[in-house]
């Protein structure tokens, strides 16, 4: 296992980062790149300067040459700030991210001034169940989930109002490289952060979605238990791209949290 490499995007070409003394980095979900951010930057941009960044083999990222932890995921995001000159900053994610996000504030608590945790959790499910989903992977590819992931990740009220914007991010799964998508699954597999809790004294704001059945109210609640000072905010009606759904919640949630 190695590290893989990480491509951030700054929402704002140029900026000096190294000078900034409130940073946001940005995570997606499983299966999207940075663009799953669009809707909530604009409110976030008017409080930090904001670095996203992509999975392996998703948007910007290259692809991955082995497998990796996500420990290993959350080592990368830090060397990408350093390579930003970024000594210290908030990070948001989502799902995926989000996990990476609790490695971080575990691993690295000098450098997390606060972390959101968004539509996550500290283990999702069992190894044979992520060992199936990459091999269906390696089989049939990413745009063989589209149809089945659409009713997960948003609520039927949301794709009846905005189906423009399901369809964007539902192409970004279907975009995603088949061979990183399943590493990733894999190493959500071998994901457990649950030992890790206790010891976190980084400020951790959990936000869930009501309905979302990926990381339910449940799973973000014992997250937020079982972190020393960490708060949860359930948003009513909404899935797991809480993000997309509610995202000026999610940016007004985060900016309060964080102070």
């Known amino acids: 296992m190695t590290r893989p490499e990480l491509v951030g995007t700054?929402?704002?070409?140029?900026?000096?980062?190294?000078?900034?003394?409130?940073v946001l980095i940005l995570g997606p979900s499983l299966g999207t790149d940075t663009h799953l951010?669009?809707?909530?930057?604009?409110?976030?941009?008017?409080?930090?300067?904001?670095?996203?960044?992509?999975?392996?083999g998703?948007?910007?990222?290259?692809?991955?040459?082995?497998?990796?932890?996500?420990?290993?995921?959350?080592?990368?995001v830090v060397s990408l700030a350093d390579s930003y000159g970024i000594s210290n900053f908030y990070h948001a994610g989502v799902s995926i991210a989000g996990a990476t996000g609790i490695l971080l504030a575990a691993h690295y608590p000098d450098k997390?001034?606060?972390?959101?945790?968004?539509?996550s959790a500290a283990k999702f499910g069992e190894p044979a169940m992520w060992d199936e989903r990459a091999a269906g992977i390696r089989a049939n590819g990413t745009a063989s989930m589209v149809a089945g992931t659409m009713g997960r990740w948003f609520s039927p009220e949301f794709i009846q109002k905005s189906p423009e914007t399901v369809q964007t991010v539902m192409q970004m799964l279907a975009d995603a490289n088949d061979e990183d998508y399943a590493k990733l699954c894999e190493a959500l597999g071998s994901y457990d952060?649950?030992?890790?809790?206790?010891?976190?004294?980084?400020?951790?704001l959990v936000i869930s979605g009501g309905?979302?059945?990926?990381?339910?109210?449940?799973?973000?609640?014992?997250v937020a238990d079982g972190i020393p000072g960490a708060k949860q905010i359930v948003i009513p009606g909404v899935s797991h791209q809480a993000a997309t759904?509610?995202?000026l919640e999610v940016a007004k949630d985060l900016i309060e949290f964080f102070g």
């Open 245 to 247: 759904e509610a995202p």
């Open 193 to 204: 952060a649950r030992p890790e809790l206790a010891g976190i004294r980084v400020p951790v």
């Open 211 to 222: 309905v979302d059945p990926g990381a339910t109210p449940e799973m973000g609640k014992a």
């Open 37 to 56: 951010w669009d809707l909530a930057a604009p409110a976030l941009r008017e409080h930090y300067a904001v670095l996203r960044w992509d999975l392996p």
């Open 58 to 76: 998703h948007g910007a990222s290259p692809s991955a040459r082995d497998s990796f932890t996500l420990s290993e995921l959350a080592d990368a």
């Open 112 to 119: 997390l001034q606060g972390v959101g945790v968004v539509c």
């Open 10 to 22: 700054p929402d704002i070409p140029g900026t000096d980062f190294a000078s900034s003394h409130r």
